[in-house]
């Protein structure tokens, strides 16, 4: 699949970031990535509490080199720290999740989530003001009224274009616990907000009411063994959706069913492997991420080894398994020690379905393909790729002798970790984020 | 039943690999749960995560204490010497007071009996690292469960989840109490227990032919388990307390520990040393 080798490196930073790319703040590395519908803005949350919008630059004849640029579109501050004083608890504001809803009018619409708290913004533009008041100046200042003499209709003169973020919703004190996942529903009207046990299901234009539609408080805290890790609608079923949990497991649900779907409609499990079988295989079957296809066919989950394709009709196991890093098989006991074994990888699918995408560590990202069962290992850095090149495959090297380019298991960097990655809904653009950069790469179509 | 020399061969093959890495995560486990335990709201997917790794690992060295002890000791011992109870008076290794509601079986105690008295026969030095896993791992399951409770402890009592403001106070109260107990001893592993397991166990134990002459310390001594608990004022506080539990003191382990011997006291005295 020739998109394999060849992609362009865009590297962007958060541009209020005064600092170089070696020292970094702790708030600007970003925690969460996602296009558009259409691809045509990007968006990413960070640490800090803040959103970078990304819009890609319109084609143009004049400079045909800089299709498909990203060019920073709106900056904002969704969440800020607050402190719950009834429990003695800060409440951070580092953005989980991001998803965007589909355009309407002129505005786009995002909703963001912290750990307890989802908000909806509004991102709009204002390229026009009015001029020609009467009982105020230019500047604003109230005029003397007996400096009035005749009236006049204010006219819309041009300006430069403003982009402005605006809190429309916000969505608050649902969640004892802490939020993991957003999904808005296909019928665009109603999205859910996913933590540890419960999952809310919310109208997008109702604040004070949300409904509980999974529950998987035990009576007895003690006898919490299963918490659940995402949750996801299914791409046009509004009545279906996923989720995922930290013993492995996939329910999806049916909420015609019952308006609480604590029993799932399917579940999907694979039999424990006993050859594999260790101190940590309920950690690493653990799904840090679940997404639909886009047809909706097909289950991607992410633990912490693998990639698992499912098919929707099938339960018993996964249609495909792919292997991340398997090579990490063997150092998981330092893995856990050093808290490695707990990152959390999100998984992405290209936009036909036919490739997948997550990250590793070293700041390497994966991509499989589906059909052709070919795997590549790309990396994100900036030594590594000047603009314009074409990205080299790497490999990491098992044991044995090692090759020139090849890097050793015990070389790599465990804190340069690719958690967070995404894939343009039609074209072969990708972002990935590495730590406070993001890189977007591009297939490059002659 | 399996024969000797085959067992044998199965554990000696596992043996030092498998009793380091167990080790190695056992230890790397009760760090972490330490550390979560300092932090004011410990992720709730990670401390389910270390205190299922914690449970696994206690299973499996039950696992393998009952194959040994299967092995090695083909009928259980009557009397139970090894059972005198010998309370440190020192502070137990493990302060842990915050949860611990991890319920043990009969079946388990005997178990652990099993290994106290096997312990002075060979493979001397296995079988006490062993009963020293286990016993850590008693008083670390139990704690285990605080990752889940402590910081929910407020939460739960304050966001109206009226299903779940307090725990039974009783059963905490018990096993808060017994938690403590193990500390240095392998035979003080088995009183980790809950307590009404505990005296269930030490009740059965006496000989009870002794005390036919003496029906009347019998009658006076054939309280249950629940009475005797009743004895230790700890369990009439109110469970509030348990919200405040992440903070664990000396003061409150070597108070609960007396508690313990003031029971046991009320037992020995009542039958005299032959």
Known sequence: MKCFSRYLPYIFRPPSSLLSSSCHTEADIISTVEFNPTGELLATGDKGGRVV??????????????????NVYSTFQSHEPEFDYLKSLEIEEKINKIRWLPQQNAAYFLLSTNDKTVKLWKISERDKRPEGYN?????????????????????????????????????????TYHINSISVNSDYETYMSTDDLRINLWNLEITNRSFNIVDIKPANMEELTEVITAAEFHPNQCNT???????????LCDMRTSALCDNHSKLFEEPEDPSNRSFFSEIISSISDVKFSHSGRYLMTRDYLTVKVWDVNMESKPLETYQVHDYLRSKLCSLYENDCIF???????????SVLMTGSYNNFFRMFDRNTKRDVTLEASRENSKP????????????????KDEISVDSLDFSKKILHT???????????????????FQDKVN | MVAKGQKRKLLEGRGGAWESQLQSVLDISMEKFHRDQALVEPSLLRSVLISNTLRQV???????????????????????????????????????????LFSLNDENSNTEEDVMAWTSEEDFSLSSAISVILKDLDTVIDAGQGPPRAPLGSVENLTGDARHTQYPPSSSRTERASNVVPSVKSEAACLGCPQDVVLEK??????????????????GFSVTADDLVKYLPSLSKSPSASSSSSSSSHGQATWEIQEIEHVMDILMRTYPQS
């Open chain 2, 202 to 219: 030490l009740l059965l134990d006496i000989d009870t032919s002794v005390f036919e002459p003496e029906v009347n310390l019998l009658q």
């Open chain 1, 422 to 440: 995404a894939w343009h809904p039609y074209e072969n653009i990708i972002a990935v984020a590495a730590t406070n950069n993001l890189y977007i």
């Open chain 1, 343 to 353: 990152d959390k990888f999100e998984c992405v699918w290209n936009g036909t379905d």
């Open chain 1, 53 to 70: 919008v990304f819009q890609r630059e319109q084609e143009s004849k004049n400079h045909p080199h800089r299709r498909g640029e990203y």
């Open chain 1, 241 to 251: 959706f996923v989720y995922s949990s930290s013993k492995g497991s996939i329910r």
């Open chain 1, 388 to 403: 314009r090149a074409i990205l080299k495959p790497r490999k990491v090297c098992v044991g044995g002798k090692r090759r």
């Open chain 2, 58 to 100: 206690q299973s499996e060295v039950r696992a393998q204490v009952e194959s040994l002890s299967s092995v090695k000791m083909p009928s259980k011992p009557q009397t139970h010497s090894g059972l005198e109870p010998d309370f440190p008076s020192g502070s137990p290794s493990s302060t842990e007071h915050n949860a611990p």
């Open chain 1, 135 to 175: 009982l105020k100046d230019e500047d604003g200042r109230i005029r003397d009224p007996t400096t009035i003499t005749a009236l006049r209709v204010p006219v819309l003169r041009p300006m430069d274009l403003m982009v402005e973020a605006t809190p429309r919703r916000i969505f608050s004190n649902a969640h």
